[in-house]
Every structure is written in structure tokens, then in C-alpha cells.
């Protein structure tokens, strides 16, 4: 639904955009970049969640 997918950076742990899927949510919003470091979703804090609760909340 999304659009995009994400993963924690191994060297920072910030967790960031590895993919945008062309023609998705995030590509057509023209806001998100690969690479973009997630820090907030929604008014959630995403500092010490997984990537799999972040896509929880994205959804």
C-alpha cells in the first residue's frame, strides 16, 4: 500500500527507505526518497522499533 519498503542501517541503525516502487503511494507523492531516514510515522516514534512494526504503522 505503501509503496516503498525499508530497512535499519546497519552501520547507523537509523531505519531508512531501500525501495520505491514505481507508481506507488510514496513514488507518486514525490515526498519520499530512497534513502530517507524514518524517524517518525504517523506521530509514532520509530527510533527503537523493527521494520516490521514500522510497516505496521505505514499500512
Given at each position: ?12 541503525g537509523?531505519?531508512?527507505v ?42
Amino acid at each position: 500500500p505503501q509503496g516503498a519498503t525499508i530497512r535499519r542501517d546497519e552501520q547507523t541503525g537509523a531505519v531508512v527507505v531501500a525501495r520505491i516502487m514505481r507508481g506507488g503511494a510514496a513514488d507518486r507523492s514525490g515526498l519520499v526518497h530512497v534513502g530517507d531516514e524514518l524517524r517518525e510515522v504517523n506521530g509514532v516514534a520509530v527510533l527503537h522499533k523493527r521494520p516490521e512494526e514500522i510497516s505496521q504503522i505505514l499500512v
